[in-house]
T-cell receptor, first 112, second 113 residues
Framework: EDQVTQSPEALRLQEGESSSLNCSYT??????LFWYRQDPGKGPEFLFT???AGEEKEKERLKATLTKKESFLHITAPKPEDSATYLC?????????????FGKGTHLIIQP | DTGVSQDPRHKITKRGQNVTFRCDPI?????LYWYRQTLGQGPEFLTY????????KSRLLSDRFSAERPKGSFSTLEIQRTEQGDSAMYLC???????????FGSGTRLTVV
């Protein structure tokens, strides 16, 4: 069974204070690792897909990296509008559900 | 707006009643997914369709739940004889293919009283 563990559960940063969110995963034959952002009362918003170890993707202040066991979402010089819950999810090639397996998320607060 | 649309946004129902939610995916996406999310948790997979065929159902989807996607367009999720444990956000998502990022709708918040 695929498993995703995210840490920390919550993170409070000052504006401009860079940090990283962790996503550890167990999956049979990783097909893709996904990062989403979710604002309160809304559906998740797609950020990145990573397919193989060593891959990196960037978007504005966010950079996602992938190893064989975990992924990191690096946030550089964050702004208050980056406050949200960040979700990590995986899909594998093993038998079972075709859908994504999500972690519980990291609730990020950026204080001005 | 070409995003995923869900209706209604909020639904309050009494225990034992039936409810139905609707999802309109992005028109060129042939895959449609339903997820359920409770407070403090990530979304949990319920079921998915490729065109009109329902290809996978999670064990979370009890006999009280049924989903349809007639003609491979919009989809409906029905919950019969609702229970308080069904209270959650029900999210719909669509994608072009299995490994592409999903586009989620804003969800339907169900409260069973």
């Amino acid at each position: 069974e695929d498993q995703v563990t995210q840490s920390p559960e919550a993170l409070r940063l000052q504006e401009g204070e860079s940090s990283s969110l962790n996503c550890s995963y167990t999956v049979s034959g990783l097909r893709g690792l996904f990062w989403y952002r979710q604002d309160p009362g809304k559906g998740p918003e797609f950020l990145f897909t990573l397919y193989s170890a060593g891959e990196e993707k960037e978007k504005e202040r966010l950079k996602a990296t992938l190893t064989k066991k975990e992924s990191f979402l690096h946030i550089t010089a964050p702004k208050p509008e980056d406050s949200a819950t960040y979700l990590c999810a995986v899909t594998g090639s093993g038998g079972g559900a075709d859908g994504l397996t999500f972690g519980k998320g990291t609730h990020l607060i950026i204080q001005p | 707006d070409t995003g995923v649309s869900q209706d209604p946004r909020h639904k309050i129902t009494k225990r034992g009643q039936n409810v139905t939610f609707r999802c309109d995916p992005i028109s060129e996406h042939n895959r449609l997914y339903w997820y359920r999310q409770t407070l403090g948790q990530g979304p949990e997979f319920l079921t998915y369709f490729q065109n009109e065929a329902q290809l996978e159902k999670s064990r979370l989807l009890s006999d009280r739940f049924s989903a349809e996607r007639p003609k491979g367009s919009f989809s409906t999720l029905e919950i019969q004889r609702t229970e308080q444990g069904d209270s959650a956000m029900y999210l719909c998502a669509s994608s072009r293919d299995r490994d592409a990022g999903y586009t989620f709708g804003s969800g339907t918040r169900l409260t069973v009283v």
